[in-house]
């Protein structure tokens, strides 16, 4: 079981070139997947591809095969998708409801919709605000959160619907580096306690070196290079792809550069 | 905390600021008696030429604000007006087609008594308009409209759209603010002279607006996220207070919204001051 993308090419509506071509890969339970690539390499267009936003919600032309536990996306509907697989944006602003008072409420948005008992309903809050250690937030107005935590908010909020898949669009793009800390550790958690899938797209390499265990990177629309997470992020063609490499891998460039030797175990 | 429904003490419960219904003499009221007001006076202020109406609705608004204790938290929903007051003020005082009672010759410029007159009115059922919607927006949950007008039979989407839109006006003035401060600390100069502030506006203009649509179509994709089309009634986390009285007085407004339609449209209230 997994969500697998098999040749697929998608081309937004009204556009004259596709924004992804030929991209295949496997996203298994309990991993965490990250994609990394040039600004306009095509990652944020892959995250609603794989979460069966593109084309249901926002139209365009979808080539290849875009399964979830063997349900394809496009025959799908959004609603359906949502309880599959799970997707986070960069902007948590824009993730909020707007109506609810509370974030307790706001965590519930996606259980009521779906006209649950209210018994699960506050089984599913509880559970996703216990997975990211943010219950003592439960009666904050969702609008007055710091960048962070408006961030784990929605993530919550897309836990409650309890996905086996989630799809994290730079989640920390927007974020501090305390708000960044304070995602990062709530989804490390996750991917090993809850078992769920993760994709996460993400610029900073740091971030994914402590997340991911396989990367993907992309460039114009392509797949360049994919395997192991450690092999991947010490590339020698990173740099040409324009993407920074982490901190480690240029700590040990450097210091080899200098003709001094660090121990590999010693790079974090 | 406390228990909702039929349910083991070891499952997590709603928590009893979830389920505790808004209090106070204005904001425990049924969420669609509130919207019922808030239209009703909106559109009286407008439809009701002269100047009675409009200072009735006035007083009417401002009556219910103090009751909600809401009078600072409208001031948002008052300056999001200035931009159109401006306008109207302008326009119709220099502008008033057929008016010849000149206050005073500026150059080619004349602005009448006649066209002072009807920018004032125009003004005040602005205003009027604004301060009835940011009553109802400051003492009404929006997720308490939308599971009423659910309840109703109405589409989730309606009510989520009303809800939406009186979010949308604070949000934008704080973003103005955002973009303002970020001009400004790139050096363009948005105080001083009338001039300087106006051509301020408008490299203000385009990233409030093109920001505002790209965050409308990330938000749709959001709710998506979240089952928002899934068919059937969404879970109801608490009970809405109603009452006979509270529908009573909703029929009773809407009769009297469409009498005053009538009679003005007919011509029949132009005794009116």
């Known amino acids: 079981m997994s969500l697998s993308l098999r040749e697929v090419g998608y081309r937004y509506a009204g556009a004259a070139r596709t924004a992804l071509t030929d991209v295949s890969l496997d996203l298994e339970a309990g991993r965490v997947l990250g994609i990394v690539g040039a600004n306009q390499a095509g990652k944020s267009t892959l995250c609603l591809v794989a979460a069966g936003l593109a084309p249901a919600t926002i139209g365009g032309e979808l080539s290849g095969e875009v399964t979830i536990d063997g349900v394809a996306t496009r025959s799908a509907r959004p609603w359906e998708l949502a309880q599959r697989c799970g997707i986070v944006f960069q902007n948590a602003a824009t993730q909020l409801s707007g109506t609810t008072a509370s974030v307790w409420e706001e965590v519930a948005f996606g259980p009521r919709n779906l006209g649950m008992p209210i018994t699960e309903v506050a089984d599913r809050v509880a559970w996703a605000l216990d997975a990211l250690a943010i219950i003592e937030l439960a009666a904050r107005d969702p609008e007055r959160l710091s960048g962070g935590q408006a961030q784990l908010v929605a993530l919550a909020g897309v836990l409650a619907m309890r996905p086996a898949y989630l799809v994290l669009d730079e989640p920390t793009s927007q974020l501090d580096p305390q708000g960044t800390d304070l995602v990062a550790t709530a989804i490390a958690a996750l991917a090993e306690q809850s078992g769920a899938g993760v994709l996460v797209a993400e610029h900073k390499t740091d971030l994914l070196a402590r997340l991911a265990a396989e990367v993907v990177v992309l460039g114009n629309g392509q797949v360049l290079a994919h395997g192991r997470a450690e092999e991947v992020l010490a590339d020698e063609r990173l740099d040409e792809w324009g993407v920074e490499p982490p901190s480690g891998v240029r700590l040990q460039r450097a210091a080899k550069a200098a003709g001094v030797r660090l121990p590999a175990e010693n790079v974090a | ?273």
């Open chain 2, 1 to 273: 905390m406390t228990t909702a429904g039929h349910r083991s003490d070891l499952r997590p419960a709603v928590p009893a600021f979830v389920q505790q219904p808004p209090t106070g003499a204005y904001r425990s009221l049924n969420p669609t008696t509130k919207l019922v007001i808030a239209v009703v006076e909106a559109l009286i202020a407008f439809v009701l030429r002269g100047w009675t109406g409009l200072l009735v609705v006035l007083a009417v608004v401002v009556a219910t604000a103090v009751v909600a204790r809401i009078g600072r938290a409208m001031l948002p929903f008052v300056l999001a007006t200035i931009p159109l007051i401006a306008s109207i003020l302008l326009v119709n005082t220099f502008l008033y087609p057929g008016a010849t009672d000149a206050i005073v010759h500026i150059g080619p410029f004349a602005p009448t008594w006649t066209g002072l007159e009807f920018a004032v009115q125009a003004a005040l059922r602005v205003v009027a308009f604004a301060l009835s919607v940011a009553v109802f927006g400051l003492t009404t949950r929006p997720d308490d409209l939308v599971a009423d007008l659910e309840r109703r039979g109405l589409n989730r989407r309606v009510g989520f759209v009303v809800s939406a839109t009186l979010r949308t006006v604070p949000r934008i003035l704080q973003r103005a603010g955002e973009i303002t401060e970020a001009q400004r600390a790139r050096g363009m100069d948005t105080e001083g002279s009338l001039w300087r502030r106006v051509r301020g506006v408008i490299p203000l203009a385009g990233p409030l607006i093109f920001g505002a649509l790209t965050e409308v179509e990330e938000q749709a994709m959001a709710l998506e996220a979240r089952a928002f089309s899934a068919p059937g009634r969404r879970t109801v986390l608490r009970a809405f207070p109603d009452s006979g009285a509270q529908r009573g007085a909703r029929w009773v407004l809407l009769v009297v919204l469409v009498m005053v339609v009538g009679l003005s449209v007919t011509g029949r209230l132009e005794f009116l001051p």
